[in-house]
């Protein structure tokens, strides 16, 4: 299982999620990867046109879970809790 954030410069919702999501990894000691979509090509994920996105894959590729723009600290750590097991 992964975490992919996909984010957007000068997004204020992206910069919230970016510390909501920092807060909650921590706690739960997690990591995740980021892809700024300015900057770098978002493939396969070309379907997403919401920012910030969430993607929670499985070891098979599969997204198993996806959150879009901004959500609150414990609907992402409920959220990561039942993937992660954390």
């Not at 807060?23 to 997690?30: E, S, T």
């Not at 993607?55 to 198993?64: M, Y």
Request: aromatic letters at 6%.
């Amino acid at each position: 299982m992964r975490i992919v954030k996909i984010t957007s410069m000068g997004c204020m919702s992206c910069i919230i999620m970016d510390q909501r999501l920092r807060k909650v990894c921590k706690d739960l000691r997690l990591e995740w990867e980021e892809i700024n979509a300015d900057m770098e090509p978002i493939e396969p994920y070309n379907f997403i046109d919401t920012y910030p996105s969430i993607l929670i894959i499985d070891e098979h590729g599969t997204i198993v879970s996806l959150l879009e723009g901004e959500v609150s600290e414990s609907t992402l750590e409920k959220e990561l809790r039942v993937w992660f097991n954390a």
